[in-house]
């Protein structure tokens, strides 16, 4: 596996803990792919829950080969979201304007700490795409409640992102800020102007 692949799973190995269920198609594609061995697979099974399978199964890929990571995202056919996230980040190397470097945002600190509104989370939420239920597990929901805002809202990306937005902000009062969406867009790859232009609806 390429280095580039190795860090990209091993910088998302604790969101894909929470939001791949890898026992129902991943593991069986992977092992008929000959990506895994029986032993492997019989070491992922044999984990108590969901996220250590997962967990188990991003140690052992790193060490399977160069076609572990093409055959990891083959594998993703029922988390296309997962899979589009990542291969965003492997056509955005490091560099000026990544997560890791601030960026500028023509909004008044003043606006950045005040909670949106409805309005200014709807127009927001009606600008996301698939990188929505990263940004709503960066805000902190769990991947059980992600899940049932698709389910709930399996013909709308934005009712699905907006009923998530909406429930964050409920748990957190106060701290749900823009100043705080502001960050978990960035870390889910959204530039940042998509914030300024909902923060503009009052």
Do not use: N
């Not at 792919?33 to 991003?58: H, M």
């Not at 709807?122 to 600008?127: D, I, K, Q, T």
């Not at 429930?167 to 701290?175: A, I, M, P, V």
């Amino acid at each position: 596996m390429e280095p580039a692949h190795r860090a990209l799973l091993r910088e998302h190995r604790l969101e894909l803990s929470g939001l791949l269920l890898v026992s129902d198609t991943i593991v069986p594609f992977l092992y008929q792919e000959d990506i895994l061995t029986e032993a492997q697979v019989e070491d992922i099974e044999s984990q108590p829950t969901e996220t250590r399978r997962t967990l188990k199964l991003l140690d052992i890929l790193p060490s399977r080969g160069p076609r572990a990571f093409p055959a990891f995202l083959r594998s993703l056919k029922d988390f296309d979201w997962v899979r589009e996230k990542l291969l965003l980040e492997l056509q955005s190397p490091p560099g000026p304007g990544t997560t890791d470097v601030p960026v500028p945002v023509p909004v008044p600190d003043p606006v950045l700490q005040v909670v949106p509104s409805d309005r200014q989370l709807s127009r927001l939420a009606s600008h996301l795409g698939p990188e929505w239920e990263w940004v709503l597990m960066d805000l902190g929901l769990s991947p059980e409640a992600v899940f049932r805002c698709r389910a709930d809202h399996s013909l709308s990306v934005g009712g699905a992102a907006l009923a998530g937005l909406v429930q964050w902000r409920r748990s957190r009062g106060k701290e749900a800020t823009a100043q705080r969406l502001l960050e978990s867009l960035r870390a889910g790859g959204v530039h940042p102007s998509v914030l300024e232009d909902a923060l503009r609806t009052p």
